[in-house]
Antibody
Framework: QVQLVESGGGVVQPGRSLRLSCAAS????????IHWVRQAPGKGLEWVAV????????YYGDSVKGRFTVSRDNSKSTLYLQMNSLRVEDTAVYYCARDIWVGDQKGFFDYWGQGTLVIVSP | EIVLTQSPDTLSLSPGERATLSCRAS???????LAWYQQKPGQAPRLLISGASTRATGIPDRFSGSGSGTDFTLTIGRLEPEDFAVYYC??????????FGQGTKVEIK
């Protein structure tokens, strides 16, 4: 069965860095786009970043552009999110989610991980 | 950027009642690329509907989606106890940002 498992969350001070991982199993990882979506405590969903199945297409939300970098290792079926210059407002549960990434049908998520909590606090 | 506005923010209903949730886009959505998700407390979102009206695998037929252009609706035919949750609409398509609505909470009356 399809599984996505996030890890790497924790408590970090503002300005520091953190790297999240999303380990995938149960499907052909190289054939799918994988996104990061976050949810601040008690708030709604915010799309963060994506790496396409081609391994080169990357997009970022405006709130993280220039600070976060997404990458993937197809040999490990794992997606990463390198988060630099973290801010208090980056505090959230970070989910990875699968995208069929076909034609112009990009950006909807058929499977999600359970999320990892990032807390940015002085 | 396309903004999605959901209404109402909260819907208070009893089990067995019909729920109607609205999602309005600030611009017309190409090919009706609109998805709906359900999220229960402490859980990840779950895909319910894509293409405005196509149920995802395993989603009961009491969930239905409709609409086109800028106005979309998620209807839950008869609420079951497990349907009380927060529902999000989301636009997708060839280019980002792939934005979400602010959510509608369906709570027990």
């Amino acid at each position: 069965q399809v599984q996505l498992v996030e890890s790497g969350g924790g408590v970090v001070q503002p300005g520091r860095s953190l790297r999240l991982s999303c380990a995938a199993s149960g499907f052909g990882f190289p054939n799918f786009g994988i996104h990061w979506v976050r949810q601040a405590p008690g708030k709604g969903l915010e799309w963060v970043a994506v790496m396409g199945s081609d391994g080169s297409t990357k997009y970022y939300g405006d709130s993280v552009k220039g600070r976060f970098t997404v990458s993937r290792d197809n040999s490990k079926s794992t997606l990463y999110l390198q988060m630099n210059s973290l801010r208090v407002e980056d505090t959230a549960v970070y989910y990875c989610a699968r995208d069929i990434w076909v034609g112009d049908q990009k950006g909807f998520f058929d499977y999600w991980g359970q999320g990892t909590l990032v807390i940015v606090s002085p | 950027e396309i903004v999605l506005t959901q209404s109402p923010d909260t819907l208070s209903l009893s089990p067995g009642e019909r729920a109607t949730l609205s999602c309005r886009a600030s611009q017309s959505l190409n090919s009706n690329y609109l998805a709906w998700y359900q999220q229960k407390p402490g859980q990840a979102p779950r895909l319910l509907i894509s293409g405005a009206s196509t149920r995802a695998t395993g989603i009961p037929d009491r969930f239905s989606g409709s609409g086109s252009g800028t106005d979309f609706t998620l209807t839950i035919g008869r609420l079951e106890p497990e349907d009380f949750a927060v529902y999000y609409c989301q636009r997708y398509g060839p280019s980002p940002p792939w934005s979400f609505g602010q959510g509608t909470k369906v709570e027990i009356k």
